[in-house]
Nanobody
Framework: QVQLVESGGGLVQAGGSLRLSCAASGRTFSAYAMGWFRQAPGKEREFVAAIRWGVGNTYYADSVTGRFTISRDISNNTVYLQMNSLKPEDTAVYYC?????????????????WGQGTQVTVSS
């Protein structure tokens, strides 16, 4: 069983920055990819960014490209999401996810492990 624990959410003004962290633990952690999704009130969960754990390839939603950066620390089984130039529309609960199966997908149903979520609120 893999456990994912997010941290780093909070309230920030538009234009500001936040850094989210997600620590993975379990008997044997071996993910194909880890990623971040978000869900705003009244909206479906959407893909934000992902990273292939082994080779480090990164993927981003168009809405965050150039503003968000995903990275990982293999030695600590931790993935990060650096969020810059935040906008009010980035307000959401951000979820960390892990996927063991090969192949990249933005479909949340295809990601098997989830954290509890962390709130990010961007004020205008």
């Amino acid at each position: 069983q893999v456990q994912l624990v997010e941290s780093g959410g909070g309230l920030v003004q538009a234009g500001g920055s936040l850094r989210l962290s997600c620590a993975a633990s379990g008997r044997t952690f071996s993910a194909y990819a880890m990623g971040w999704f978000r869900q705003a009130p009244g909206k479906e969960r959407e893909f934000v960014a992902a990273i292939r754990w082994g080779v480090g390839n990164t993927y981003y939603a168009d809405s965050v490209t150039g503003r968000f950066t995903i990275s990982r620390d293999i030695s600590n089984n931790t993935v990060y999401l650096q969020m810059n130039s935040l906008k009010p529309e980035d307000t959401a609960v951000y979820y960390c996810a892990a996927r063991n199966s090969p192949g990249f997908t933005v479909e949340s149903d295809a990601w098997g492990y989830w954290g509890q979520g962390t709130q990010v609120t961007v004020s205008s």
